[in-house]
């Protein structure tokens, strides 16, 4: 039968797929089951768990994934969130870069303050010049708010995704 050398303090294991483990002041040779050597036949690292006195796959790797592919999701959400949107309402492109966003919010300020209240000069992001009626300027900021949210909301979603998933291959199957 195959052994595995266990670290007494961390729970690294030592495997060696040609026999040879043996116990040492530092290590113990543990007996491989066939369950467990398909866990170290795997490209994952694994530990020894003491309590269970069986092999578990390194979590600190999984910890790892899920971090690395958090920081995926909120680099997409970033670049979706700046990217912009098309209002279903007026079909217009809106930016939503943070001047874009600023000057947008002033101008629903204003536009709820005083129902006459226009911009006359908005300019698109193709270039051309358009008024925005007092009810454009409220809906199509409303638009940007809530395109904003969805996207917080959707990267929200992915990292509970990625914080249940079990495996690697799971965390990593979870992309925007």
Known sequence: MKQIEVNKISGAVLYYPNGGAMAT?????????????????????????F???????????????QET???????S???????????????????????TRSLLTAAKVRATEDETYTVSNWKTSEGTFITLSNATIIALE???????????????????QIDSATTNEEVEAISW
Do not use: N
């Open 25 to 49: 002041d530092d290590t113990l040779a543990v007996t491989v089951t066939e369950e467990m050597e398909e866990l170290l036949s795997g490209s994952y690292p694994c530990i020894w768990d």
């Open 51 to 65: 309590g269970s006195e069986t092999l578990i796959q390194d979590i600190p790797e999984l910890s790892k994934a």
């Open 69 to 75: 592919q958090k920081a995926k999701i909120a680099a």
């Open 77 to 99: 959400r970033y670049d979706a969130e700046f990217g912009g949107f098309t209002d279903e309402a007026s079909g217009m492109f809106c930016r939503t870069d943070e001047r």
């Open 142 to 160: 409303s638009a940007m708010h809530d395109f904003i949210e969805a996207q917080f909301a959707k990267e929200a979603a992915l990292c509970v």
